[in-house]
T-cell receptor, first 114, second 110 residues
């Protein structure tokens, strides 16, 4: 069974530029999550989708971050414009049941904003 | 705001030593999961505990959920270099979502 795929794996941009990350969840998983993980810390949930609807985006900085999940499968997370403090690993995860069930994570995208 | 504090934040030990990582909160969780994350990878689930007082063993790893479902511990016996990584606890909130802990970075030297 293929795991959660993410791209790119690494991205370096200058502040005020824009960037987009892509995620392909495990086939059949209805729930998709985007997390931000600062180096050495636990992941912080940015947004949770159930199929193509948003379940929770309370911690998403909506003035600069946006996410969509068209057709309830792949998802993209965009940052525009980026700030220095956005430097982090962006993890995508998916789960079959959603809620507090097991989540399967992708390898993440390491973003460096200079 | 529900928070999960892990201690210690960092742990550096020699191969063969035992260690315990703690995960504490003032909130009650419906379940508690432990993940391990290796450099350059996403977290991988180790175990889920759902009942207060529950103890689960996975080879050299022993997980315990507190009686009040507010805390948990992970004990590793005879640590090996392959145990190196970031250990994360995650609490289930009303079966709706997970809240991740602050993380414990473990380094096991041969």
């Amino acid at each position: 069974e293929a795991g959660v795929a993410q791209s790119p794996r690494y991205k370096i941009i200058e502040k005020r530029q824009s960037v987009a990350f892509w995620c392909n969840p495990i086939s059949g998983h209805a729930t998709l999550y985007w997390y931000q993980q600062i180096l050495g810390q636990g992941p912080k949930l940015l947004i949770q989708f159930q199929n193509n609807g948003v379940v929770d985006d309370s911690q998403l900085p909506k003035d600069r971050f946006s996410a969509e999940r068209l057709k309830g499968v792949d998802s993209t997370l965009k940052i525009q414009p980026a700030k220095l403090e956005d430097s982090a690993v962006y993890l995508c995860a998916s789960s079959f049941h959603g809620g507090a069930g097991e989540q399967y994570f992708g390898p993440g995208t390491r973003l460096t904003v200079t | 705001t529900q928070l999960l504090e892990q201690s210690p934040q960092f742990l550096s030990i020699q191969e063969g030593e035992n260690l315990t990582v703690y995960c504490n909160s003032s909130s009650v969780f419906s379940s508690l999961q432990w993940y391990r994350q290796e450099p350059g990878e996403g977290p991988v689930l180790l175990v889920t505990v759902v009942t207060g007082g529950e103890v689960k063993k996975l080879k050299r790893l022993t997980f315990q959920f507190g009686d009040a479902r507010k805390d948990s511990s992970l004990h590793i016996t005879a640590a090996q270099p392959g145990d190196t990584g970031l250990y994360l606890c995650a609490g289930g909130v009303n079966t709706d979502k997970l809240i991740f802990g602050t993380g414990t970075r473990l380094q096991v030297f041969p």
